[in-house]
C-alpha cells in the first residue's frame, strides 16, 4: 500500500513538470530537428522530404556564418570582461564595512530590469542621436560632436551601447554569484597566508581566494558563454525596427528568428536546421572551454 | 510494484498530458456557430477599431467578430494560416506561398462591374498566376515631406534629382537640424525600391520572371545613398523611426520621408509651411515615384464557410462604398484604393492632400510585389546597408543579392 502511494506522490508531484518538460521542450525539439529535412515553409506538417539540403542552404548562407562569426569574437571579448568586472566588483562589495547589504542591492537591481526595458532606454534617451541625448549631452561638455551611435557603423560605435547594455544588465548577477562564493572561502586560509609571510593583497587573491573561485568561475564562464551566443532582447530592440534587422552585429537567434518566424515567409525547415546548427556550436564551445578550464585548474 | 500501480501512475501521467493537449487552442471557444472572424493589425489612428468594429456589426446577413492585433501582425497571420480555421478574413498582402500551399482563395469573382474602379496596380500586386487573392482597402503611400521656409532660408529649390537631394541635405543641415530623415537605418528600408525606381530599374522585371536590378546603374544609385550617409546631413539615432511623423514635426531633420497617413499630424504641427515632394529621378533614364502599398481583405482557406466569408468581403470592401470612403480618409491620411472615392474624397480636394493623389497617379510603384520574397528582400537589403553604411562595394553585394533572389524566384515557379 505504501508503495501504492509513494508511486501516486511521485507521479503527483514529478507528472505535472514532466509533462510540461515533454510537451513543451522536448517535443518541440524533437520536432524541430524533423523539420530541419524537410521543406518546411509556412506549415508545421511539411510534406517533401530534402535530406541535408536544409542544413547545405544554412551552411553556405553568408548571413548565417557571419551571425556565427560575429558572436564568437562577440564572446571572446564579453566574457572576460563582465568576468574580471563582476569579481572586481565583488571583492569591492565584499570589503565594504559599511552598507554593505546596501550596495549589493545597487549592483544587483539592474539584474531585475527586462532586457526590453533596458534596450529601450539605452536606444532612446541614453545614446539617442539627437544632440540632446544623455551621452551626446556627456560628449558635448568636452567639446566632442554628437554622434549618432546606434546609426554609427564606421566605427561601429553600435557595440559601444550593445555592450554596455549588457554589462548593466548582468554584472550584477555574476557579482553575487561570486560573493557567495568569496564568503565560502574559509577564513582560516586567509589567517594561515597571512602568517606564511603572504602579502595581503596579490599573493593571498593568487593562490588563497582565486582557487577558492574554481567552481563559480567555471559557472559563470559556462553561464556567460551560452548567454553570449543566445544573445536577442537586447540586439533586437536596440537594432530591429518594424522593417527588418541590418546585416551587422546580428546574433544567430535573430537571425534564425527572421528565418523560421520572420513576417515575409516563414522557412521552418532552413530554422530548424540552423537551430540544430547553433545547438552543436554551444554544445562545442561548452565543451572546450570546459576542457580549457580544467587544465588551467 | 504491481502492474496495476504502473497502470495508474500511467493514468496520471496520460491525464495530465490530456489536460495540456486540452489547452491547445483550437479557436473556436466562445463563438457562436456561423460567426465570422476578422482580424485587422493594430492601426495607429485613433477611431479606426471603433469603424471597424462598427462595419461588422453592421452586416445582415452574419455574427462577424473582429479582432484587433498589436504587435508582429504579419507573423501572427502566417502562423494561423497554417492550420487554423481563424481568421475566415483578414487583411494582409498576398504571399506566393500562401497561394501554392492553398491557404488562401480566389476573390476575383466578387468585383465584377467594379473591378475597372479600383486601382489597376493594385489589383496586380494581389494577383497571382491571374488569380485575385485580396481586395485592396486602401492606399498607403510614402513621400518626401519639406518645409519651403528651411529651402528658402538656404537659397534651395526643391529637390527633382538624386544629386539635389544630396545637395540639399547638406546644406539643410544646421545646429541641432539634420537635412533629411529617411529612418534610423538611413534609409536602407524605405529608399531602397525608390533608388531603383529613379534609376529606371526595379525589384523585379515587369513580367516577374527575373530580378529588376541586374543593371551597373544599381550599383550607381547605391553608391549615391553611400554619398548621402557620408554627407553627414542625414538624421540618425532619432527617438522615433520613419514611419512617425516625430522628427520632422519636432524639428529635428528638415525634410523627412515618412507616409501619407502622418499628414495631419504634419499640417497641424508646420501648417502651411509643409511640402510634399515624390522620390527623386537619378537622371533622365530615371523616374520620379511614390511606393504604394494596400492592405487587402482575404478569405482563410479553411475557414469552415469560405462562401459566408466571401460574401462579407464582398458586402464591405465590394458594396458599402460609404465605409470604404471613411476607412480610407476619416483617420489619418489614407487614399481610397477605387478612383471614383478618390475623386469625391474630403481631405484630397486641396493642399499637399491633392498633391499626393497627384503623385500616386503619376509615379505610384508597387512597394512590395507578391513574387518579391521575404528572403530576396533580406538579402537585397543586406547588400544596400553594407554598401551605404559600411563602404562595401556596391558591384559585389549586388551580385550576392542578385544570386538569392534569382534563386527565390526559381523557387516559386518549381
Not at chain 1, 537591481?109 to 539627437?130: E, I, Q, T
Not at chain 1, 533586437?236 to 544567430?252: E, T
Request: proline fraction near 5%; hydrophobic fraction near 45%; charged fraction near 20%.
Amino acid at each position: 500500500m505504501s508503495g501504492r502511494r509513494a508511486a501516486l506522490a511521485f507521479w503527483l508531484f514529478v507528472g505535472p513538470f514532466a509533462a510540461g518538460l515533454l510537451a513543451f521542450t522536448y517535443v518541440p525539439i524533437g520536432w524541430s530537428a524533423y523539420l530541419s529535412f524537410f521543406d518546411a515553409r509556412n506549415t508545421v506538417t511539411p510534406t517533401e522530404f530534402v535530406g541535408l539540403g536544409n542544413y547545405a542552404d544554412v551552411l553556405t548562407d553568408r548571413a548565417f556564418l557571419d551571425s556565427i562569426g560575429t558572436f564568437t569574437v562577440f564572446a571572446a571579448f564579453v566574457i572576460p570582461t563582465t568576468v574580471v568586472l563582476a569579481l572586481a566588483l565583488a571583492l569591492l562589495v565584499n570589503q565594504v564595512r559599511v552598507a554593505r547589504a546596501f550596495f549589493r542591492s545597487v549592483f544587483f537591481l539592474p539584474f531585475a530590469c527586462s532586457y526590453v526595458v533596458a534596450s529601450l532606454v539605452w536606444k532612446m534617451s541614453l545614446f539617442s542621436g539627437v544632440d540632446s541625448g544623455v551621452a551626446n549631452t556627456a560628449l558635448g561638455w568636452f567639446g566632442g560632436q554628437p554622434q549618432a551611435w546606434v546609426g554609427t557603423v564606421d566605427p561601429p560605435l553600435y557595440w559601444v551601447v550593445l555592450v554596455t547594455a549588457r554589462l548593466w544588465l548582468q554584472l550584477g548577477f555574476y557579482m553575487i554569484l561570486f560573493i557567495a562564493a568569496l564568503q565560502r572561502i574559509p577564513a582560516h586560509l586567509y589567517e594561515a597566508a597571512w602568517t606564511d609571510g603572504a602579502s595581503p593583497r596579490w599573493q593571498t587573491f593568487r593562490h588563497v581566494t582565486l582557487p577558492g573561485l574554481r567552481g563559480a568561475l567555471v559557472a559563470v564562464l559556462t553561464l556567460n558563454l551560452i548567454n553570449a551566443y543566445q544573445a536577442f532582447d537586447e540586439f533586437y530592440n536596440i537594432l530591429g525596427d518594424s522593417r527588418g534587422y541590418p546585416p551587422f552585429a546580428r546574433p544567430p537567434l535573430v537571425y534564425l528568428y527572421y528565418t523560421s518566424l520572420g513576417s515575409g515567409g516563414q522557412d521552418l525547415g532552413r530554422g530548424s536546421a540552423g537551430a540544430v546548427v547553433l545547438a552543436l556550436v554551444i554544445a562545442l564551445a561548452t565543451l572546450l572551454s570546459g576542457r580549457v578550464l580544467r587544465r588551467a585548474g | 510494484m504491481g502492474v496495476e500501480l504502473d497502470r495508474r501512475s500511467f493514468l496520471v501521467v496520460a491525464g495530465l498530458l490530456g489536460l495540456t493537449a486540452c489547452g491547445s487552442n483550437t479557436g473556436r471557444e466562445g463563438s457562436a456557430e456561423g460567426t465570422l472572424r476578422h482580424w485587422y493589425h493594430a492601426y495607429g489612428e485613433d477611431g479606426v477599431q471603433d469603424a471597424v468594429r462598427r462595419y461588422a456589426a453592421a452586416y445582415p446577413d452574419a455574427r462577424v467578430e473582429v479582432q484587433w492585433n498589436p504587435g508582429d501582425y504579419d507573423s501572427k497571420i502566417m502562423t494561423a494560416l497554417q492550420n487554423s480555421a481563424v481568421p475566415d478574413v483578414f487583411e494582409a498582402q498576398v504571399k506566393v506561398d500562401w497561394v501554392r500551399q492553398r491557404q488562401v482563395v480566389p476573390l476575383g469573382d466578387l468585383l465584377g462591374q467594379t473591378r475597372d474602379d479600383f486601382v489597376r496596380a493594385l489589383l496586380d500586386s494581389q494577383t497571382v498566376d491571374g488569380e485575385l487573392y485580396g481586395i485592396p482597402q486602401a492606399i498607403d503611400t510614402q513621400v518626401l515631406y519639406y518645409r519651403p521656409s528651411l529651402l528658402e532660408k538656404a537659397g534651395l529649390t526643391p529637390p527633382w534629382t538624386v544629386d539635389e537631394l544630396l545637395d540639399a541635405a547638406r546644406r539643410l543641415t544646421t545646429d541641432g537640424v539634420r537635412g533629411l530623415f529617411a529612418g534610423n537605418d538611413g534609409g536602407v528600408g524605405v529608399l531602397t525600391a525608390p533608388l531603383l525606381w529613379s534609376a529606371g530599374l526595379d525589384l523585379l522585371s515587369e513580367d516577374g520572371k527575373a530580378p529588376g536590378f541586374d543593371d551597373p546603374r544599381a550599383a550607381e544609385v547605391f553608391g549615391k545613398l553611400r554619398e548621402l550617409h557620408r554627407g553627414g546631413g542625414l538624421l540618425l539615432g532619432a527617438p522615433t523611426d520613419w514611419a512617425d511623423p516625430g522628427a520632422f514635426v519636432d524639428g529635428l531633420a528638415a525634410m523627412q520621408w515618412t507616409g501619407l497617413w502622418n499628414l495631419p499630424e504634419i499640417t497641424e504641427a508646420h501648417g502651411d509651411d509643409v511640402g510634399v515632394l515624390p522620390f527623386p529621378r537619378l537622371d533622365a533614364d530615371g523616374a520620379e515615384s511614390v511606393p504604394v502599398g494596400a492592405y487587402s481583405a482575404m478569405v482563410n482557406a479553411r475557414s469552415a464557410d469560405v462562401d459566408a466569408a466571401k460574401a462579407y468581403v464582398k458586402w464591405l470592401w465590394v458594396d458599402k462604398t460609404e465605409y470604404q470612403t471613411e476607412f480610407a480618409t476619416a483617420f489619418g491620411a489614407h487614399l481610397p484604393a477605387r478612383r471614383s472615392l478618390a475623386e469625391r474624397a474630403e481631405p484630397l480636394r486641396d493642399g499637399p492632400g491633392k498633391r499626393i493623389a497627384e503623385l500616386v497617379t503619376a509615379g505610384g510603384r508597387i512597394a512590395s510585389p507578391a513574387r518579391w520574397s521575404a528572403r530576396a528582400n533580406t538579402a537585397l537589403s543586406d547588400a544596400v546597408s553594407r554598401i551605404a553604411r559600411e563602404g562595401a562595394d556596391p558591384a559585389a553585394e549586388l551580385r550576392t543579392a542578385l544570386d538569392v533572389a534569382r534563386d527565390e524566384i526559381a523557387r516559386l515557379d518549381r
